[in-house]
C-alpha cells in the first residue's frame, strides 16, 4: 500500500522530493550552526513511525537518517493517512482558465494560502514538540509547493496533470507524462542533488517581500500563475479577447530545448522558496 502511495502522490500532485529537499537544505545551510542545531534537535520529535513512512516514500533503507531537509517531503508520505489525509488540497490553487488573477477571494480554506497561514500559526503556538515539528514541515513544504508554478494553474486539467507530454530525455522508467510532472521533477533533470544544490544562489537580503503575510502569499501564488500562463511553458494560448488560458491541442513536447528554456525558471523559484523558509526559520527557531 505504502508503494502505491509513493507512485501516486510524488508524480502527481506535489513538487517532487529532489525539490523539496533542495528549497530546505539551501534555508538549512545559510542558518547560524546554533539554529541549525536547534532544528536536528526538533526533527528528533517526528514520530519513528513517521520517520519509517518518510523512508519508504523516499525508497531508501526504512531506518534511514532522517534530517530536516529530507522530511520536507513528509506531508507527500502521510498525505493519504489519517488524521492528515485533511490537508490533501492544501497542496496548490486551482482556478478557471478565464482568471488571470488571484486574489482573497479564491481561497477558501481548503487550499495553498490557508494552508501556509494555517500551519504558520500551528508552528509558532505549538508547546507540543511533536505537534511543531509536524507544523513546520507543513510549511516548508508548502512554501515549496506555492513556488512550483503548476501549483497555482487551472482546475480544468487538474493543474496541468490531464496536459500530456511527450517525454524525449527520459528513460522509461523516469518519463514524465504529464505538464505537471515536469515541473514537479523532470525539469531537474537527473543530477544528483549535491550537483543541483550547488547549482542554485538564492540572495538572503530578506526584503520585506519575503516574509510569510496574506498579502506577500497573493504576491507569490500570482508570481506561479504569471508563469504558468507564460508562453516558455506551453500550458495555453492566450486568448486576444478575454485573455483567457486556452488549452494546448497538441501534446507538448518535452525535450532539451523546452528544458532549455524552462530549467532557469524553476530554479528561481526554488531559491526564492529557500529564502523565504530561511527567514521564517532564522526569526522562529
Same mark, same amino acid.
Given at each position: 500500500?505504502?508503494?502505491?502511495?509513493?507512485?501516486?502522490?510524488s508524480s502527481t500532485y506535489a513538487l517532487?522530493?529532489?525539490?523539496?529537499?533542495?528549497?530546505?537544505?539551501?534555508?538549512?545551510?545559510?542558518?547560524?550552526?546554533?539554529? @541549525?542545531?536547534?532544528?536536528?534537535?526538533?526533527?528528533?520529535?517526528? +514520530?519513528?513511525?513517521?520517520? $519509517? @513512512?518518510?523512508?519508504?516514500?523516499?525508497?531508501?533503507?526504512?531506518?534511514?537518517?532522517? %534530517?530536516?531537509?529530507?522530511?520536507?517531503? /513528509?506531508?507527500?508520505?502521510?498525505?493519504?493517512?489519517?488524521?492528515?489525509?485533511?490537508?490533501?488540497?492544501?497542496?496548490?490553487?486551482?482556478?478557471?482558465?478565464? !482568471?488571470?488573477?488571484?486574489?482573497? #477571494?479564491d481561497c477558501q480554506s481548503n487550499c495553498?494560502? &490557508?494552508?501556509?497561514?494555517?500551519?504558520?500559526q500551528q508552528y509558532i503556538n505549538a508547546?507540543? +514538540?511533536?505537534?511543531?515539528?509536524?507544523?513546520?514541515?507543513?510549511?516548508?513544504?508548502?512554501?515549496?509547493?506555492?513556488?512550483?508554478?503548476?501549483?497555482?494553474?487551472?482546475?480544468? &486539467?487538474?493543474?496541468?496533470?490531464? %496536459?500530456?507530454?511527450?517525454?524525449?530525455?527520459?528513460?522509461?522508467?523516469?518519463?514524465?507524462?504529464?505538464?505537471? !510532472?515536469? /515541473?514537479?521533477?523532470?525539469?531537474?533533470?537527473?543530477?544528483?542533488?549535491?550537483?543541483?544544490?550547488?547549482?542554485?544562489?538564492? #540572495?538572503?537580503?530578506?526584503?520585506?517581500?519575503?516574509?510569510?503575510?496574506?498579502?506577500?502569499?497573493?504576491?507569490?501564488?500570482? @508570481?506561479?500563475?504569471?508563469?504558468?500562463?507564460?508562453? #516558455?511553458? $506551453?500550458?495555453?494560448?492566450?486568448? &486576444?479577447?478575454?485573455?483567457?488560458?486556452? +488549452?494546448?491541442?497538441?501534446?507538448?513536447?518535452?525535450?532539451?530545448?523546452?528544458?532549455?528554456?524552462?530549467?532557469? %525558471?524553476?530554479?528561481?523559484?526554488?531559491?526564492?522558496?529557500?529564502?523565504?523558509?530561511?527567514?521564517?526559520?532564522?526569526?522562529?527557531?
Amino acid at each position: 500500500m505504502l508503494l502505491f502511495i509513493f507512485c501516486f502522490s510524488s508524480s502527481t500532485y506535489a513538487l517532487g522530493s529532489k525539490g523539496h529537499w533542495l528549497v530546505c537544505q539551501l534555508a538549512v545551510n545559510n542558518l547560524p550552526l546554533a539554529q @541549525q542545531d536547534s532544528l536536528s534537535n526538533l526533527i528528533n520529535y517526528l +514520530p519513528l513511525a513517521q520517520k $519509517q @513512512q518518510l523512508n519508504i516514500f523516499l525508497k531508501r533503507s526504512i531506518n534511514h537518517q532522517v %534530517t530536516f531537509a529530507d522530511a520536507c517531503s /513528509w506531508p507527500d508520505a502521510i498525505r493519504h493517512e489519517e488524521p492528515f489525509a485533511v490537508y490533501k488540497s492544501w497542496h496548490y490553487l486551482n482556478v478557471a482558465r478565464e !482568471q488571470t488573477e488571484i486574489g482573497k #477571494s479564491d481561497c477558501q480554506s481548503n487550499c495553498i494560502l &490557508d494552508a501556509i497561514t494555517f500551519h504558520q500559526q500551528q508552528y509558532i503556538n505549538a508547546k507540543n +514538540p511533536i505537534t511543531k515539528i509536524q507544523a513546520l514541515l507543513f510549511l516548508a513544504h508548502w512554501l515549496g509547493d506555492i513556488h512550483q508554478p503548476l501549483h497555482i494553474s487551472f482546475k480544468s &486539467d487538474l493543474g496541468g496533470n490531464k %496536459t500530456k507530454v511527450i517525454d524525449r530525455l527520459n528513460s522509461t522508467k523516469q518519463k514524465c507524462k504529464n505538464l505537471h !510532472q515536469v /515541473w514537479d521533477r523532470c525539469l531537474l533533470g537527473n543530477s544528483n542533488k549535491t550537483l543541483l544544490l550547488n547549482s542554485l544562489a538564492p #540572495s538572503f537580503e530578506s526584503p520585506s517581500s519575503d516574509f510569510i503575510t496574506a498579502k506577500n502569499l497573493l504576491v507569490w501564488a500570482n @508570481q506561479s500563475l504569471t508563469i504558468s500562463r507564460s508562453k #516558455s511553458v $506551453q500550458y495555453c494560448k492566450i486568448d &486576444d479577447n478575454n485573455r483567457a488560458c486556452v +488549452p494546448t491541442q497538441d501534446k507538448i513536447i518535452f525535450d532539451q530545448a523546452y528544458l532549455n528554456k524552462n530549467n532557469l %525558471t524553476l530554479k528561481k523559484q526554488l531559491n526564492l522558496a529557500a529564502v523565504r523558509l530561511h527567514l521564517f526559520l532564522s526569526e522562529n527557531l
